[in-house]
């Protein structure tokens, strides 16, 4: 039977698997992850000869390579095409292939002239490769012609802010999403995966919850690590998650900048809430809203609802009360009231969501207006909705107007399941109701998490954020209206400035309602090369505030406009521009397409070497003191000195991180680094941020105490 030949594949894995991550046998299941669909539908197969990931996290923003050979084993020709899921908060950056022995970098341009330009080189079977985003969640990769027994290579590179949580971060490597049933999804080629972290603030462990046993993790210094595995067999089915733990930040306000000379630059603010700023406040309400709908069934989401909500109920207080709620279509109700947290409760609401089966269809709005009804006048209420997001199409509009009706001191949480889920509709629904959104792997710890999650629900520091720079113009800030600023949970904000100089950032916040006020300078410079990661993520926010304001029934064909815009000036994927890659520069040129992608990938070569000179120079003084100890030692790829001790050694020239909060006017002349984004160093500034708000939230909480 031919059915057993066809390479059909179940699981995409991650971005990573943006071609395949498998090898694929012509007389036995597919084995990995991907859906690889060959010219005319018959199949096609492929094997898989190199796989490698190469992650570096530094100034709070990952940036993921990756990088795979593979080899048509057919004697025809074939077309290969891929889907993979899209990481959290994740912006494709480049997309190139091998043609003829070069390298040719890929070009973003509007959606349908992309495939327009794909399909005629199919016709002339030339070299063309074409990246698009599906929808919300999937990207799709298409590479033709594939000669009889010719290899492949393929590079995808994409940027993403990292998950912190006060003291820790998460960084997720998507790899579990059902395409295909009854798919081997293990690999019999090999895998690498090296993750390398530089953090202002000291670390204190790297780990991983989903392939610890296979992770080999150096500590090079307090502010380096790497994290690497090498497999050959490699089961795809599961995330690969790492975390990473740094000691204890107090409250601060991070500043990184990139500016071209002769051009108006760009900001990342990052201010952090730190330990100083925890809540004293009594209990709270929670009304827990599971979706069970049908789309729960797949990759066993409705299960990892389970386990979260349970481990959730068991980290609530004394105080706290709760109700648990199921929906899809309509909402089914547990308790029918707010109930103490005890044993018989937590038991009796693990037996409720056992029974539930995922079946239906998705409608969120009755299960929120329902959970509205628990609100009680005296304590606030938490709507915590656990869900994939995959509502219907047309609710979504009128759900996210519902955030409006929420009653006074509520709060909507969400928590996305599995990697298909709709993170920007749940994250617009939390956002927009006071709230938060968070994406949580099934190869995590359900119990950090929840512990997590529960921090931020209990602890928001600070309502009605303002934050302004004054002294030098700034224009198309993002987000335009600031969420509220959580313990454990950075508040980012983008934008684009003129000139350069010293500027004042004025903050102010309200902290259980006492009113704040700080301001602190900020050096803005004329260049700085050094972090060109972040015009892509300015970008890539205003894409997704732009899709906001159309999700939420803006005028969609002027909407459009603007992302595809922004999409081809910053050589960012979106649902309406892809990345297409041509034969050669002539090829760019007949099409009237600019090469702006390749001059941006070659600005952001840079400043990636010279880190990746910057931690070779860490790695080399962390063995320095290895082995004996010869004087006379040289190392000859650095021309360094391997016997003298890391304090003494000169390093080489470090990729700083930018140009950041003015110490000066503070009488401390000392210059400084920021956190890895959104890790609050503390500083005389911003340590009298931390004392404002410390001290606001101290008043009220004694205000509050004594009125009980």
């Not at 089915?237 to 002769?262: A, C, F, M, W, Y």
């Not at 260049?527 to 732009?546: D, G, K, Y």
Request: charged share 25%; glycine share 8%.
């Amino acid at each position: 039977m031919m059915k057993t030949k066809l390479p059909i594949w179940k699981r995409t894995f991650g971005l990573a698997a943006i071609i395949g991550a498998a090898t694929i046998g012509s007389l036995e299941p597919a084995n990995g992850s991907g859906l690889l669909i060959a010219d005319g539908g018959f199949g096609g197969v492929l094997e898989i000869k190199e796989h490698d990931v190469s992650v570096t996290i530094n100034n709070g923003i990952a940036v993921t390579e990756v990088h795979q050979v593979f080899r048509n084993t057919e004697q025809r020709i074939v077309e290969a095409l891929y889907t993979f899921p899209v990481p959290n908060g994740a912006s494709v950056s480049n997309f190139s292939m091998i043609i003829n022995g070069q390298e040719m970098t890929g070009e973003v341009v509007e959606k349908k002239r992309a495939r327009e330009i794909y399909e005629s080189y199919k016709v002339t079977k030339r070299d063309p490769g074409l990246l698009e985003q599906i929808d919300f969640k999937s990207f799709e990769l298409r590479v033709f012609p594939i000669a009889p027994g010719a290899e492949q290579d393929i590079k995808v590179t994409y940027c993403q802010q990292l998950d912190f949580d006060h003291d820790n971060a998460t960084y997720v490597y998507p790899l579990a999403t059902t395409t295909r049933t009854n798919i081997d999804q293990t690999t019999k080629s090999r895998f690498s995966f090296t993750l390398d972290v530089k953090s202002e603030i000291p670390l204190v462990g790297v780990s991983s919850p989903s392939h610890g046993e296979d992770f080999v993790i150096s500590s090079h210094t307090d502010k380096y690590s790497r994290a690497s595995l090498e497999v050959k067999e490699g089961d795809l089915s599961k995330d690969v998650v790492v975390h990473l733990d740094t000691e204890r930040p107090r409250t601060g306000v991070d500043l990184i900048t990139s500016k071209q000379n002769g051009e108006d630059g760009y900001f990342m603010l990052t201010m952090t809430a730190g330990k100083e700023l925890e809540e004293y406040g009594a209990g709270m309400d929670y009304v827990f809203v599971v979706d069970i709908s049908g789309s729960m069934a797949n990759d066993g989401k409705l299960g990892l609802s389970r386990r979260i909500v349970d481990s959730f109920v068991g980290a609530l207080g004394a105080d706290d009360r709760f109700e648990v709620m199921t929906f899809n279509t309509m909402p089914n109700t547990q308790f029918e009231k707010l109930s103490e947290v005890n044993p018989d409760t937590k038991k009796l609401t693990s037996e409720f969501l056992e029974s539930q089966r995922a079946k239906g269809g998705t409608v969120l709005r009755p299960a929120i207006l329902t959970a509205y009804k628990y609100k009680a006048d005296d304590r606030p209420l938490n709507v915590v909705v656990l869900s994939d997001g995959m509502t219907e199409t047309k609710e979504q509009s009128e759900l996210l107007k519902l955030i409006n009706e929420a009653p006074g001191s509520t709060r909507v949480f969400c928590i996305g399941l599995g990697n298909e889920v709709n993170r920007p509709m749940l994250k617009q629904l939390a956002e927009g109701a006071g709230g938060l959104a968070a994406f949580v792997s099934q190869q995590d710890d359900f119990s950090r998490q929840s512990q997590a999650f529960r921090r931020k629900l209990m602890r928001p520091v600070a309502s009605d954020v303002s934050i302004k720079i004054n002294g030098l113009e700034t224009y198309d800030v993002t987000p335009r209206d600031l969420p509220d600023l959580y313990y454990g949970s950075p508040l980012r904000i983008y934008g684009r400035y003129k000139g350069s100089g010293v500027a004042k950032i004025d903050l102010k916040a309200e902290i259980m309602g006492q009113s704040i006020q700080q301001a602190f300078d900020a050096n803005l410079p004329e260049s700085n090369n050094e972090n060109p990661e972040i015009e892509r993520m300015w970008a890539f926010n205003r894409v997704q505030e732009l899709s906001n304001e159309m999700r939420l029934g803006g005028d969609k064909e002027s909407i459009v406009g603007q992302i595809v815009n922004l999409c081809e000036g910053y050589s960012i994927v979106s649902e309406y521009a892809s990345f297409i890659v041509l034969e050669n520069d002539a090829e760019y040129k007949r099409w009237a397409i600019d090469r702006r992608n390749a001059t941006r990938v070659k600005r952001d070569n840079i400043a990636r070497e010279a880190l990746k000179r910057e931690l070779e120079g860490l790695r080399n003084d962390s063995i320095a003191g290895l082995g004996p100890q010869d004087p006379n030692a040289i190392n000859t790829q650095q021309g360094v000195d391997l016997a003298s001790t890391p304090a003494n050694r000169t390093l080489p020239p470090s990729v700083s991180n930018g140009n950041n909060i003015n110490w000066a006017n503070q009488g401390n002349n000392q210059s400084r680094s920021p956190s890895t984004g959104g890790g609050g160093a503390i500083d005389p500034i911003t340590g009298m941020i931390a004392a404002g708000l410390a001290g606001a939230a101290a008043w009220a909480a004694r205000r509050k105490n004594r009125s009980l």
